[in-house]
T-cell receptor, first 111, second 115 residues
Framework: GDSVTQMEGPVTLSEEAFLTINCTYTATGYPSLFWYVQYPGEGLQLLLKATKADDKGSNKGFEATYRKETTSFHLEKGSVQVSDSAVYFCGAKTSYDKVIFGPGTSLSVIP | DAGVIQSPRHEVTEMGQEVTLRCKPISGHDYLFWYRQTMMRGLELLIYFNNNVPIDDSGMPEDRFSAKMPNASFSTLKIQPSEPRDSAVYFC?????????????FGEGSRLTVL
């Protein structure tokens, strides 16, 4: 069945370090792909999205490129800040508008 | 708009009791999703509705769980009887249309603890 896999956390980085969180998907066709972020005690909120192959989503310094050939949508940021500490979820909209998520990756950024 | 509203925010109950979680989606959104979040299993899709009709409930863990959407502005997720392993944060999310990458808008969640 359809699924989303992402790297397990937790991830701990120093401020200004480079961030990569890997995400791959299994789905029929070409799903739309998302990254959502969850801050402590809150619901998820959309960070960025891409709706077709080779699209790049970007927001707040984060980027992810839809790679059809590798079925991947890795999240990157060149220089993380303490305020980026959160849980990041990779998601996919599969057939019949079903939206599923990976298990989440917890990121802690230390000064 | 007030966003997606969930209630209660916190619920503590004893095993065997009935639990009802409530959700008010954003007005005009045709899709409503219920998710469960736990440390062990991450964020699981339980069920989702389109125009008040359940489309896929394959994620509902067992018959103890049921969900309804009697109208466009209200949905409930019921657990009867509840068990300790049901302890989790339950999220409701709505969307105008996920097609083409439509955004999901999440509520703040209902944290359920079953003793």
């Amino acid at each position: 069945g359809d699924s989303v896999t992402q790297m397990e956390g937790p991830v701990t980085l120093s401020e200004e370090a480079f961030l990569t969180i890997n995400c791959t998907y299994t789905a029929t066709g070409y799903p739309s792909l998302f990254w959502y972020v969850q801050y402590p005690g809150e619901g998820l909120q959309l960070l960025l999205k891409a709706t077709k192959a080779d699209d790049k989503g970007s927001n707040k310094g984060f980027e992810a490129t839809y790679r059809k050939e590798t079925t991947s949508f890795h999240l990157e940021k060149g220089s993380v800040q303490v305020s980026d500490s959160a849980v990041y979820f990779c998601g996919a909209k599969t057939s019949y508008d079903k939206v599923i998520f990976g298990p989440g990756t917890s990121l802690s950024v230390i000064p | 708009d007030a966003g997606v509203i969930q209630s209660p925010r916190h619920e503590v109950t004893e095993m065997g009791q009935e639990v009802t979680l409530r959700c008010k989606p954003i007005s005009g959104h045709d899709y409503l999703f219920w998710y469960r979040q736990t440390m062990m299993r991450g964020l699981e899709l339980l069920i989702y509705f389109n125009n008040n009709v359940p489309i896929d409930d394959s994620g509902m863990p067992e018959d103890r769980f049921s969900a309804k959407m009697p109208n466009a502005s209200f949905s409930t997720l019921k657990i009867q009887p509840s068990e300790p392993r049901d302890s989790a944060v339950y999220f409701c999310a709505s969307s105008p249309d996920p097609s083409g990458g439509g955004e999901l808008f999440f509520g703040e969640g209902s944290r359920l603890t079953v003793l």
